[in-house]
């Protein structure tokens, strides 16, 4: 790898467990359709075949003043999904049945090996489990809590990783929405907490 793209590798090396642990969860958002303008539709009920939606993320990291930010965009089908990191870094990471690559400034993909094995297949298995709204699927992989309607009207899911290498690197994980998932909570380890948002629209970022 060349000199130029060196920094923004070991930038991303430090996001890269978080990323793989909130891909899963990102892709709940395949699950969404046009939002009643008085009642939320049911997580159960909402689904989508393909995927294209811009998102910003917030990683919060115990003992800093700021959030780590950064932007890009989200597609997704069922039988690949991208998630293609625009700032401050460009970064694209692919997840597809046979495993997981990782991009950075347009390189030839790479093997993450992080993600490798056991750990690659539950996010592969779970992406698109929530891509397609096969609920029955999730509860393989996860603790599925059953929809919480909040004050707003949006409904709320937790996810709990039945894995125990996966719980340690993502712990739960709280998707709110409407119509689409708007917002993915993930908290990890030692106090980080990483936000995940979709702004309305369909603009890139």
Avoid: Y
Avoid at 10 to 34: D, N, Q, Y
Avoid at 100 to 118: L, Q
């Amino acid at each position: 790898m060349g000199n130029a793209a060196h920094p923004a590798r070991e930038a991303c090396s430090v996001a890269r467990i978080v990323k793989l642990a909130a891909l899963p969860v990102l892709f709940a958002f395949a699950l969404s359709s046009a939002a009643s303008a008085a009642t939320c539709p049911s997580p159960r009920d909402i689904k989508i075949g393909e995927v294209d939606r811009a998102f910003a993320q917030e990683r919060h990291i115990e003992g800093m003043s700021k959030p780590l930010l950064s932007k890009g965009r989200l597609t997704a089908d069922e039988d690949r999904i991208v998630w293609h990191m625009t700032e401050p870094f460009d970064v694209e990471t692919v997840i597809a049945p046979d495993g997981i690559t990782e991009s950075v400034n347009g390189e030839a993909p790479r093997p993450v090996a992080s993600a490798s094995g056991e750990l690659g297949s539950a996010i592969a298995r779970s992406a698109a489990a929530l891509m397609r709204g096969r609920w029955e699927e999730l509860t393989l992989l996860f603790e599925v809590s059953e929809p919480a309607v909040l004050d707003n009207g949006d409904w709320q899911v937790l996810l709990v990783p039945h894995n125990e290498r996966m719980k340690q690197a993502v712990g739960s994980i709280e998707v709110t929405g409407c119509g689409d998932v708007e917002r993915i909570e993930i908290g990890g380890g030692g106090g980080d907490r990483h936000i995940v948002t979709f702004p309305a629209g369909d603009d890139a970022p």
